[in-house]
């Protein structure tokens, strides 16, 4: 089970970089068009990003302290 957890930590911390990479593109994108509602959601999907990535350290660490 705990192989599980790492990989799954793993997967999480690479899908949240990229959702909040994704999202600070938009962001700059709706600020360079002047499109508000725009950077609202590269905001809202870099937070979520953040969130989806600090799942999957925990995770990590999990697992890591389940192996010692």
Known sequence: MSDDLGTDGMKNQVKGAAKEA???LRNAAGGITGNTSEQFKGKAKELEGKAQ???GEV????????DV
Do not use: A, P, T
């Not at 995770?59 to 389940?66: A, G, L």
């Open 59 to 66: 995770e990590r660490d999990i697992d890591r302290d389940n």
């Open 53 to 55: 990535r600090k799942v």
């Open 22 to 24: 994704g999202g600070k």
